[in-house]
């Protein structure tokens, strides 16, 4: 195991940077109990893969359709949990992520929300039945509708962490990804600054963190870097989760490592489940 606190990780005898803190963390995790994750996503591989990353702290978050959602299923999971992470020294936290069908409405109870010790919330998993579409994929209006579900999930009281907003999966999407990025790029354009400010300080002010998630990267969505560098400057805090399906997404790649280090966060900057709720 790679213990970052002891190694520096090749940064010789200085302290660690907040951009190593972030990416000591990864709490968008998915198990095989998702049912779009791999079959090998079982506890006891997770964090054997989450560890040589060298992650501290890590969450699982499975989608909330997986289970029957009760408070015994709940318990169950967390002695699961628990029972996995016996005698290591990486901390593990129990998380769900769910989603926004629209203002108003999201996909789980604030009950049950409160039985997870946080709760990712997606503002765009258009592939699920019941959540409100887009009348089109025209920029503007895509715009509009993914800043109207932003901030829904913004003041919904279930969310602790934004799930990747504005990121375009092609897989939900069903567009090629280099067609998909330059929707996603003129679509970001067309977003009305002053509400999507707005949005973010009612996020900072309620410690409400946005998701850094590395797929849009992967996606090519690379116009989203400003996205990122506004929420820092916004001292909203970020969570970063690699929404892992299988294994080999669990650790951070160079690219987004550049990236963080590109940010200049502090430690107001990092999203802990510690300040849920
Ligand atoms: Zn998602
Ligand atoms: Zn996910």
């Known amino acids: 195991m790679i213990n970052l606190e002891v190694t520096g990780k090749g940064s010789g005898t200085q302290a660690r940077g907040q951009e190593a803190m972030l990416l000591a963390t990864n709490y968008h995790i998915h198990t095989h109990y998702s049912p779009c994750a791999a079959s090998e996503m079982r506890l006891p ?25 009760n408070s015994y299923r709940i318990r169950d999971l967390r002695q699961e949990l ?34 997870f010790d946080y ?12 959540v409100a579409q887009p009348t089109r994929l025209h920029p503007r209006i895509l715009g509009e509708h993914e800043l109207y579900m932003f901030e829904a999930t913004i003041n919904s009281p279930i969310t602790d962490v934004v799930a990747h907003p504005f990121v375009l999966s ?15 790029r003129a679509m970001m354009e067309s977003i009305d600054e002053k509400r999507l400010v707005g949005a973010l300080r009612t996020a900072q002010s309620r410690g409400i ?8 990267l992967r996606y090519g969505q690379t116009h989203l870097e400003s996205f990122y ?8 805090r970020l969570s970063f989760g690699s929404d892992a399906h299988m294994l080999d997404e669990i650790a951070p790649d160079p690219q987004i490592r550049a990236f ?5 966060l502090t430690e107001e900057h990092i999203w802990s489940p510690e300040l849920a709720r």
């Open 45 to 69: 591989a997770i964090l054997d893969a989450a560890e040589e990353a060298g992650y501290e702290r890590i969450g699982i978050s499975d989608h909330c359709y997986s289970f029957d959602l």
């Open 82 to 115: 628990q029972e996995a992470a016996k005698e290591r020294k990486i901390k593990v936290y129990l998380g769900i992520e769910a989603y926004i069908l629209r203002h108003r409405l999201g996909s789980i109870t604030p009950q049950i929300a409160g039985l």
């Open 119 to 130: 709760v990712l919330v997606a503002p765009n998993h258009y592939h699920i039945r019941g």
């Open 170 to 184: 092609p897989r939900i999407f069903r567009i090629a990804p280099d067609r998909l990025a330059e929707l996603a």
């Open 209 to 216: 963190a946005i998701e850094l998630n590395p797929k849009f």
């Open 229 to 236: 560098k506004l929420c820092v400057e916004l001292k909203v």
């Open 260 to 264: 963080v280090d590109s940010l200049e």
